[in-house]
T-cell receptor
Framework: NAGVTQTPKFRVLKTGQSMTLLCAQD?????MYWYRQDPGMGLRLIHY???????AKGEVPDGYNVSRLKKQNFLLGLESAAPSQTSVYFC?????????????????FGPGTRLTVT | LAKITQPISMDSYEGQEVNITCSHN???????ITWYQQFPSQGPRFIIQ???TKVTNEVASLFIPADRKSSTLSLPRVSLSDTAVYYC??????????????FGKGTKLSVIP
């Protein structure tokens, strides 16, 4: 049981390049999330998904796109990277209310991807 | 979005009880309060969650007053391994009909031997 995994762990991009971050979970969770973490800013929600084939915007969605083609995977894409997107990106997953044995919204986080855009 | 305020940093000696308070004045009726712990170069880890009154588990207690505009995470008898950043999270329903999660900016707890 690997939990939540993220690929890659580190990446350096030049301005204007594109890339996709992959998140995978093996806990059969319905909900998945992408966050970014910047110094002094805490974690901010970029996009989330409440089930396969559905996605929605979070607090800071501009410049990012996501897809949830399979229940276990949640992809975050940057079409044209900008230096302002330099950050640590975390993926998380959770049960939906009623899916698990509790109403807990406990999220399980991956180890993060450190992205630098030059 | 819920506006969340928590202290930037706290120091404590080993063996003491530590209380970290989070302010969330515009918490919505359906919002839960959750606390996470984060060590350097790792993802956050769930500590405890509550809706009202008091919740206790094997590692912490969470106190939530009746008006729910604040909450206090209590860590009993901290050790050096509790040195970490602690985040308060309010959600998921912080907006009209939307699923939003708002983290505080984190409290860096330093435990001193």
């Amino acid at each position: 049981n690997a939990g939540v995994t993220q690929t890659p762990k580190f990446r350096v991009l030049k301005t204007g390049q594109s890339m996709t971050l992959l998140c995978a979970q093996d806990m059969n969770h319905e909900y998945m999330y992408w966050y970014r973490q910047d110094p002094g800013m805490g974690l901010r929600l970029i996009h989330y998904s409440v089930g396969e084939g559905t996605t929605a915007k979070g607090e800071v969605p501009d410049g990012y796109n996501v897809s949830r083609l399979k229940k276990q995977n949640f992809l975050l894409g940057l079409e044209s990277a900008a230096p302002s997107q330099t950050s640590v990106y975390f993926c998380a997953s959770s049960y939906s209310p009623g899916q698990g044995l509790t109403t807990s919204y406990e999220q399980y986080f991956g180890p993060g991807t450190r992205l630098t855009v030059t | 979005l819920a506006k969340i305020t928590q202290p930037i940093s706290m120091d404590s000696y080993e063996g003491q009880e530590v209380n970290i308070t989070c302010s969330h004045n515009n918490i919505a009726t359906n919002d839960y309060i959750t606390w996470y712990q984060q060590f350097p170069s790792q993802g956050p880890r769930f500590i405890i969650q509550g809706y009202k009154t008091k919740v206790t588990n094997e590692v912490a207690s969470l106190f939530i007053p009746a008006d729910r505009k604040s909450s206090t995470l209590s860590l009993p008898r901290v050790s050096l391994s509790d040195t970490a950043v602690y985040y308060c999270l309010v959600g998921p329903y912080s907006g009209a009909g939307s699923y939003q999660l708002t983290f505080g900016k984190g409290t860096k707890l330093s435990v001193i031997p």
